[in-house]
């Protein structure tokens, strides 16, 4: 008897030892046929992944920071992913939209016009149109006005309902409440056949989706500061870029888009975890190589706000402490407002990431900076006198410059008043002799 427990055991134990090597095998093996199986495109129905991430409403992680816990040390982490290779010959164009009826300096612009830009674009549409966009105004009724210059946005909403009607595939991510609360863009596109889905930014991380890009047949992108606003075409100064033929980092933007998609769905949550396939392994620490316009350069792209980054994305405090940091002779920067603070927080917090960056270029390094602040009808004046202080180091002997200019904003002509808030303002200026006023909102 004792004889027999003692065989039956041994042959469990060898049944077991097999199977173990059995299933070693196999992982071994399916890590060796991995590069194989994993497609380069991704799946844009990601209902797989929805089961995986989604939970009910309120299980959700609030988000409020708007900066890292430890105050902006660039991130260390790396992906170990698959590079798929992509025979790219990358074309880069910088575009721009100028307002109408605005004094301009005689010195026309190098870069192409906004809307010029966007209908290239979506001429050479034959697959997909992916759109990440704040908000959609583009019809003058929107506003109830009857203006002229609405009229670019109008034939944008239009070529877009043509391209649907061509089997054109549009897919669009839009923030959720939106500002235009009268306009019908979205509804009228998806009664053509777009998809849309409205990611409720406020309820996720009390914030906005602020993102403004296009992928074309995952192979041209615009990006840049242009909202989805007939204004943008014609009454605002937006800056922007187009890339062509560039698929390798199309694919990677396309995973940013991914992220909204996926949060855009009703009940979604964000993951603690982003799953593998929104995970990049090019970031600031390992940029692309591509040929752009003929020379060889490097790229990436970063997102915010932390929570939709997944692993290996580089997120945008990081790209902007990275640009700073690595600046040796001069750094130029244009925004709308400038506040080393929160702004939509109460109470304030003082938040001196970025300005002591900046201050730290040119106090020790000697970078020439130069910073564009725009000043318009409702321009707070309360961040004036940090751009003073900014500007109050720059000593010549030292060979410290910081300098600040405040655009103004100007009234367009129109035949209604009721456009774009355009005003001369009476705010404290810090002023310049060195260079020509530049106009914008």
């Known amino acids: 008897m004792g004889v027999d427990r003692t065989s039956k055991v041994a042959s469990k134990i060898q049944i077991i030892g097999a199977l173990s090597v059995m299933w070693l095998l196999a992982i071994v093996f399916m890590h060796f046929l991995r590069p194989i199986i994993l497609p380069p495109v991704l799946n844009l129905g990601v209902e797989k992944e929805e089961v995986l991430i989604y939970g009910p409403w309120g299980s959700e992680r609030r988000l409020t920071e708007e900066g890292q816990p430890n105050g902006g040390e660039l991130e260390k982490e790396e992906v170990e992913e698959d590079i798929w290779s992509y025979n790219d010959s990358c074309k880069f164009v910088l575009v721009e939209s100028i307002p109408q009826d605005l004094p301009y300096i005689s010195a026309r612009s190098a870069a192409q016009p906004l809307i010029q830009s966007w209908m290239e674009l979506l001429d050479s549409a034959q697959d997909s149109i992916h759109i990440a966009s704040y908000y959609w105004s583009l019809t003058g009724t929107d506003i109830g006005v009857n203006d002229p210059s609405s009229q670019p946005g109008e034939e944008l909403l239009g070529k877009l309902e043509t391209l649907l009607a061509q089997n054109v595939s549009l897919t669009i991510a839009t923030s959720d409440p939106t500002l235009?609360?009268?306009?019908?863009?979205?509804?009228?596109?998806?009664?053509?056949?777009?998809?849309?889905?409205?990611?409720?930014?406020?309820h996720l991380t009390h914030g906005v989706l602020h993102s403004k890009f296009w992928i074309i047949d995952m192979k041209h992108m615009y990006l840049g500061s242009a909202n989805m606003d007939w204004r943008s075409l014609t009454q605002v100064k937006e800056l922007g870029v187009v890339?062509?033929?560039?698929?390798?980092?199309?694919?990677?933007?396309?995973?940013?888009?991914?992220?909204?998609?996926?949060?855009?769905?009703?009940?979604?949550?964000?993951?603690?975890?982003?799953?593998?396939?929104?995970?990049?392994?090019?970031?600031?620490?390992?940029?692309?190589?591509?040929?752009?316009?003929?020379?060889?350069?490097?790229?990436?792209?970063?997102?915010?706000?932390?929570?939709?980054?997944?692993?290996?994305?580089?997120?945008?405090?990081?790209?902007?402490?990275?640009?700073?940091?690595?600046?040796?002779?001069?750094?130029?920067?244009?925004?709308?407002?400038?506040?080393p603070t929160s702004r939509f927080e109460?109470?304030?917090?003082?938040?001196?990431?970025?300005?002591?960056?900046?201050?730290?270029?040119?106090?020790?390094?000697?970078?020439?900076?130069?910073?564009?602040i725009s000043c318009g009808k409702n321009s707070d004046p309360s961040m004036f006198p940090y751009l003073r202080s900014l500007q109050a180091l720059t000593n010549p002997q030292t060979n410290i410059t910081i300098e600040v200019e405040h655009p103004i904003g100007q009234r367009i002509i129109s035949p209604t008043q009721l456009v774009w808030g355009w005003s001369s303002t009476k705010v404290p200026l810090i002023p310049s002799t060195q260079h020509p006023p530049f106009r914008t909102t």
């Open 243 to 339: 890339i062509y033929n560039c698929s390798s980092l199309a694919y990677d933007l396309e995973k940013t888009f991914q992220t909204y998609w996926a949060l855009g769905v009703p009940g979604a949550t964000i993951p603690k975890h982003w799953p593998q396939n929104y995970s990049t392994n090019i970031n600031w620490r390992h940029p692309l190589q591509e040929t752009l316009d003929g020379m060889v350069t490097t790229a990436y792209f970063s997102a915010s706000p932390p929570t939709f980054c997944p692993r290996g994305r580089t997120k945008d405090l990081e790209a902007l402490l990275s640009v700073i940091r690595g600046a040796e002779d001069f750094l130029y920067a244009s925004v709308m407002e400038y506040f």
């Open 180 to 202: 235009a609360v009268n306009s019908t863009d979205l509804e009228v596109l998806m009664g053509k056949g777009a998809q849309v889905r409205k990611v409720p930014m406020k």
């Open 346 to 372: 109460h109470p304030i917090r003082y938040w001196p990431v970025i300005d002591n960056a900046l201050r730290e270029a040119a106090f020790n390094r000697h970078v020439l900076i130069h910073l564009l």
